[in-house]
């Protein structure tokens, strides 16, 4: 297959332009679902869309309540799944919970999310990864900036830009405890970055990236043009968020945890095919590829 | 003499109570200064003040041209002055730059700022500690939480709080690019930290601070009662805060630097003494242990 988005070929970073659409729902299908023209327009523009309050007090209780036992029930984990902080042992980030957990794992079929994701997907979708990163308090290190479908794209195969990160805020996002820093219009743009992946680069780049970063030029540049968005909201506070917008968040030195799950939708349409490095491919809790889990087999 | 806030002496953290006022001022020299009974009521209360765009557009630049001719001269200079960030040989903070620029010396005598500090510490005031924190852009690492009065106490043997920092933005602070955040009226209590100081501990602190800084418990408690506040402001802005409130940042992964200038004046009836910890003082350029630089000498 064609590599549309070709990075980390070259001693050189690129801009690219983007040669996807963003919203794929046909007029209909974007007319008749759950996100208005407004919600769309922003997304479609910014490449983000921030649900204040989406879900109820009482929902975001019972996640709080999930949270905590992972955490608990993790502590001593060294499965491969649950990745510590630089520096600490504190828990940076579990992945694939949602196959384990129950609630979590009927969030990732709830209708109110999904029939948003199809709208802009315009298909059916699946679930392609998921993700807690917890940011303890404290110690909680940054995520510096990286578009996921880069990754995605080189390291598992994801051949076009048709996925959606749906983050669920389940503790205060404040600007102070390390929320979620966008590049709006960002997305419109593909940094084909400098540098060449090694093998088996996830074992080190989910603690601290290193590869697949885009250089300062680029991101001076895309900020100058976008300035910076932070996604400060409430718990129980949604943020949709397209696959290639520029994003990454500074530590968090405060006693206030920013704990945050992600649901990683992709289009049936848009399944993994080999990985554009040429590698073997990631394993299956940072990369589903398998139809197996698409949101329709399995409600 | 008595150590009225003994810390790094023991296993335990403690919070004691401040054992000084927070104003000095006679009744008449605090009616008297520039500051009005609502700015000296805030300071009394929070332990801080942000007086925007305290400097006029053409000072600000003129500081921002000796920030970056200072920046650019120091790029090789491996002076214990210049501290480098962790992980990168940035520079983090250059100290002391004061002396030898000009305008900086200058602005340690600036009226406009000395009669402000004179008014709240109630004496003449000298500069203890002049220094430029860059927190350069993409690379800028976080400073933990910790009360300045503590360290300057313990490793410089400072006896009283009576001092204060006056922070100069010389780029805007925005909420992402690592801004200075204080925990209101920390600086009532004091965290008597566990542990014990050893040589030389600065060489390794100004990059990273490890003692002196105040356990989980202590910080929880305090945001728990005064919360976070975000000293953000445009460039421009001054920020006075006392040597006892609680303060950190994060880092910074967004392209623009966030760059402050801090003088730290003393009052001239709290000058050193021997350091508590019992080990030699740190050097001149951290703690200036002569009177012959007290402002009213100097000007």
């Given at each position: 297959m064609e590599d549309l988005y070709p990075s980390r070929?070259?001693?050189?970073?690129?801009i690219l332009e983007r040669k996807d659409p963003v919203l794929y729902g046909s007029p209909q299908e974007l007319k008749e679902g759950p996100l208005d023209q407004q919600q769309l327009g922003f997304y479609e523009k910014n490449g983000f869309l921030l649900l204040d309050n989406f879900f109820s007090a009482e929902e975001v209780a019972e996640m709080q309540k999930h949270l905590h036992l992972l955490w608990e029930e993790n502590?001593?984990?060294?499965?491969?799944?649950?990745v510590r902080e630089p520096g600490s042992d504190e828990i940076r980030s579990i992945f694939d919970a949602h196959r384990k957990n129950e609630l979590f794992g009927r969030l990732s079929r709830d209708p109110r999310i999904t029939d948003m994701i199809s709208q802009i997907l315009g298909s059916d979708i699946y679930v392609h990864q998921f993700r807690i990163n917890f940011k303890p308090g404290f110690k909680g290190k940054e995520f510096y900036w990286h578009s996921d479908f880069e990754t995605w794209h080189v390291e598992d195969g994801m051949p076009r830009m048709r996925a959606i990160s749906c983050s669920i805020l389940l503790t205060d996002n404040h600007s102070y405890n390390g929320p979620l820093l966008l590049i709006p219009g960002s997305h419109k743009k593909y940094v084909s970055c400098a540098g060449?992946?090694?093998e088996n680069n996830y074992q080190s780049s989910l603690k601290k990236q290193e590869l697949g970063v885009p250089d300062n030029d680029s991101l001076a540049q895309m900020v100058e043009e976008g300035g910076i968005t932070t996604a400060t909201a409430p718990a129980g506070s949604l943020l949709l968020f397209e696959c290639n917008v520029m994003h990454g968040s500074n530590g968090n030195i405060t006693p206030l945890p920013r704990s945050n799950v992600f649901f990683v939708f992709n289009s049936v349409k848009n399944q993994l095919v080999e990985p554009f490095s040429g590698l073997k491919p990631r394993p299956e809790y940072l990369a589903n590829r398998t139809v197996q889990h698409s949101v329709l087999q399995e409600s």
């Open positions: 070929v070259g001693d050189e970073p690129k502590r001593n984990n060294d499965s491969p799944e649950i060449k992946t090694p």
